[in-house]
């Protein structure tokens, strides 16, 4: 689990922190580009939290694992699709991917941790490896991610962002313990 949680999530996170200053620099002015990634993501939060709502149904039936798989490869397309982004309306719909990948992510990450160890130990697993390696690891990260931002650019760096998110979800259809019951991720 602390493969997918520093290879996938922490990518995604790292990623994240400066998608701001990428999203506004697709509109006219800097004021403009903030004024409609407040709206979008006022909107896309809201359109989360409705989704969450939900989420414990359709993971029940998927199982931890594939819900982070899901997460995943939700995840890498949104990397991956900044890094071709050439419009305002194309950066705005890969914002709105972030709805569906945080309750997939936060949901799948409990179920998984409890379908794997004690239920009584899955608040202190979830710290230590989710949170805890996590941050370590986006200290290394960010300082990584800030170098290729001035070396080959926000959209160079999303490719290569991404492509790791995606090399580590595909590591994880095989390191991740349980059965797949997803269809397109089914692993025997």
């Known amino acids: 689990m602390s493969l997918y949680v520093i290879g996938v999530s922490c990518t995604y996170d790292v990623f994240d922190q400066q998608f701001a200053n990428f999203f506004t620099s697709f509109f006219a002015t ?3 580009g903030t004024r409609v990634f407040g709206y979008v993501t006022t909107m896309g939060e809201l359109l989360n939290a409705s989704i969450m709502f939900f989420a414990p149904l359709i993971i029940n039936r ?4 594939n ?4 997460a995943g490869t939700i995840m890498s397309v949104r990397i991956i699709g900044s890094s071709f982004a050439t419009s305002a309306l194309e950066v705005v719909i890969l914002k709105t991917l972030h709805m569906f990948e945080v309750p997939f992510l936060l949901v799948g990450c409990f179920k998984y941790i409890t379908s794997q160890f004690e239920v009584r130990f899955s608040a202190t697993i979830y710290l230590v490896c989710f949170c805890f390696f996590k941050q370590l ?5 960010s300082v990584l991610a800030g170098n290729m ?3 080959i650019g926000f959209q160079g ?3 290569v962002l991404g492509l790791v998110a995606l090399g580590f979800t595909l590591i994880s259809v095989f390191t991740l313990s349980g059965p797949a019951r997803f269809p397109c ?3 025997r």
């Open 62 to 65: 998927i199982g931890g694992k």
């Open 185 to 187: 991720c089914v692993v």
């Open 157 to 159: 760096a999303y490719l």
């Open 149 to 151: 931002y001035e070396s």
């Open 67 to 70: 819900a982070l798989l899901l």
């Open 137 to 141: 690891a986006m200290i290394f990260m």
């Open 30 to 32: 800097g004021e403009q």
